[in-house]
Nanobody, 118 residues
């Protein structure tokens, strides 16, 4: 059973930085974490879940939502089965639960709360 576990969320002041991690495990059928393109999504209170960033299996071709460009960086370490999201210059509107997701297979983590508040 594939599991994705996010961590690193918390409370941060506007303008601050935070780094999220997502560890994958339980891959079967000859597949590994490194076979999957990965995404970050987020969901703010009362809003629909929205795309944040994506990355190819080999770590190439990072792609960002417009609001994330220049502030967020997606990366991965396949040797550690880990996906990262480094967030800087955080704004109040970045407050949300952040989820990692496999681009295929439809696997989701449980999410980690990021709260930006003064």
């Amino acid at each position: 059973q594939v599991q994705l576990v996010e961590s690193g969320g918390g409370l941060v002041q506007p303008g601050g930085s935070l780094g999220l991690s997502c560890v994958g495990s339980g891959f079967t059928s000859g597949l590994t974490f490194s076979d999957f393109a990965m995404n970050w999504y987020r969901q703010a209170p009362g809003k629909e879940r929205e795309f944040v960033a994506s990355i190819f299996p080999n770590g190439g071709n990072p792609n960002y939502a417009e609001f994330a460009k220049g502030r967020f960086t997606i990366s991965r370490n396949n040797a550690k089965n880990t996906l990262y999201l480094q967030m800087t210059s955080l704004k109040l509107e970045d407050t949300a639960v952040y989820y990692c997701n496999t681009a295929s297979g439809g696997y989701w983590g449980q999410g980690t709360q990021v709260t930006v508040s003064s």
